[in-house]
């Protein structure tokens, strides 16, 4: 047993080594406000949350969050972000191995990606509610999309293909 585990792994460790591994999914992802500036003015930030950490993160912002994903994983939570959290992160279950995602992942996106199908229905979402919605995340700002999912030994990433639905869900 203990040695198609270590197999298994070798293979997984060489698959990786070969290069990104992609796969299309269908997930809810969060939409926020992007940072502040001129650089991000009319973008939509889109966060893929993992489940564990979703109930800890809604109501919070998106730096809150990923402060919170961070310490879930650091194995020194002795760090500037981790001291003053609203959460015990002690006390929220580290990922399970191979979920999706790994991480907390965000990809903003500029009014001009006519490539994704239905992001103009994501638009007028976001047009018609107050901008102030999209402060901090909630189940109110949470749309389901399909996904390209690219897992490498590096990262993780992800890229908008289409938007199936918008709120309410």
Excluded at 33 to 40: E, I, L, Q, R
Excluded at 95 to 106: I, Q
Aim: hydrophobic residues 40%; charged residues 20%.
């Amino acid at each position: 047993m203990l040695v198609c585990r270590i197999t298994g792994l070798l293979l997984l460790a060489s698959a990786l080594a070969a290069g990104p591994a992609t796969s299309e999914r269908e997930e809810f992802l969060f939409v926020l406000n992007p940072p502040p500036g001129p650089t991000f003015q009319g973008a939509i930030q889109v966060l893929w949350i993992p489940a564990t950490v979703q109930p800890h993160c809604l109501g919070k912002t998106h730096d809150q969050c990923s402060a919170i994903d961070y310490c879930i994983r650091t194995t020194n939570r002795n760090v500037s972000q981790c001291r003053n959290l609203a959460v015990d992160v002690s006390r929220i279950p580290k990922y399970p191995a191979g979920s999706y995602p790994a991480r907390v992942l965000s990809v903003t996106y500029f009014r001009a990606a006519d490539t994704i199908k239905n992001f103009s229905k994501l638009l007028q979402y976001v047009d018609a509610s107050p901008k102030s919605e999209f402060d901090r995340l909630s189940l109110k700002s949470r749309i389901k999309a399909r996904i390209r999912v690219k897992r490498s030994a590096d990262d993780d990433d992800f890229e908008l293909l289409e938007v199936l639905a918008v709120p309410p869900l």
